[in-house]
Antibody
Framework: QLQLQESGPRLVKPSETLSLTCTVS??????????WGWMRQPPGKGLEWIGT??????????YYHPSLKSRVTMSVDTSKNQFSLNLSSVTAADTAVYYC???????????WGQGTTVTVSS | EIVMTQSPATLSVSPGERATLSCRAS??????LAWYQQKPGQAPRLLIY???TRATGIPVRFSGSGSGTEFTLTISSLQSEDFAVYYC??????????FGQGTKVEIK
């Protein structure tokens, strides 16, 4: 059964880059779901889709939320069975719980990591 | 961007009663609609996808209906573990997707 686990710094300074990794277990990132996504949830607020990377046939395609597109980069590391999120030029508005998620037994996000809280503060 | 609007924001229900949650899309999303349950400090849990298909392991008291722009999640008889926040998500333009703002189901 597919499982996901986020990791990365919990505190990031304003204007710097937020970098998170999602480790995939119970399946291979290059032969399982193919779609690997990131979501976030600011304190006390709802969920926001950040972006998704599709990886298949040793190539990847990325899809980003229009409002974040200029600051987001996603990638896959097949050797580590991980995918990652980079969000540049962060501000306090980027403070949130960040989740990685993927489809496994459905056509949408049915496997989620536990989430990691990232605070943007000096 | 497709905007998802959920109502009501808060629903007060007694255990054993029926709960009906609504979700409206700003344009048609066909049947590409999912419902998630989220409890405090936990990740969202997929309940329903394809507007009406229960995800693996989800109890039969959860049911979804609708298509196009109007969707409903029904919990037939609320159990104590069902008090949570529920989000709808459209994924008609997969892999992009937008979530509603959530409905909190609280104990009456």
């Amino acid at each position: 059964q597919l499982q996901l686990q986020e990791s990365g710094p919990r505190l990031v300074k304003p204007s710097e880059t937020l970098s998170l990794t999602c480790t995939v277990s119970g399946g291979s990132i290059s032969s399982s779901s193919y779609y690997w996504g990131w979501m976030r949830q600011p304190p006390g607020k709802g969920l926001e889709w950040i972006g998704t990377i599709y990886y298949g046939g040793n190539t990847g395609s990325t899809y980003y939320h229009p409002s974040l597109k200029s600051r987001v980069t996603m990638s896959v590391d097949t050797s580590k069975n991980q995918f990652s999120l980079n969000l540049s030029s962060v501000t306090a508005a980027d403070t949130a719980v960040y989740y990685c998620a993927s489809p496994d037994q459905s056509d949408t996000l049915d496997v989620w990591g536990q989430g990691t809280t990232v605070t943007v503060s000096s | 961007e497709i905007v998802m609007t959920q109502s009501p924001a808060t629903l007060s229900v007694s255990p054993g009663e029926r709960a009906t949650l609504s979700c409206r899309a700003s344009q048609s999303v066909s049947s590409k609609l999912a419902w998630y349950q989220q409890k405090p400090g936990q990740a969202p849990r997929l309940l329903i996808y394809g507007a009406s298909t229960r995800a693996t392991g989800i109890p039969v008291r959860f049911s979804g209906s609708g298509s196009g722009t109007e969707f409903t999640l029904t919990i037939s008889s609320l159990q104590s573990e069902d008090f949570a926040v529920y989000y709808c998500q459209q994924y008609n333009n997969w892999p992009a997707g937008t979530f509603g703002q959530g409905t909190k189901v609280e104990i009456k």
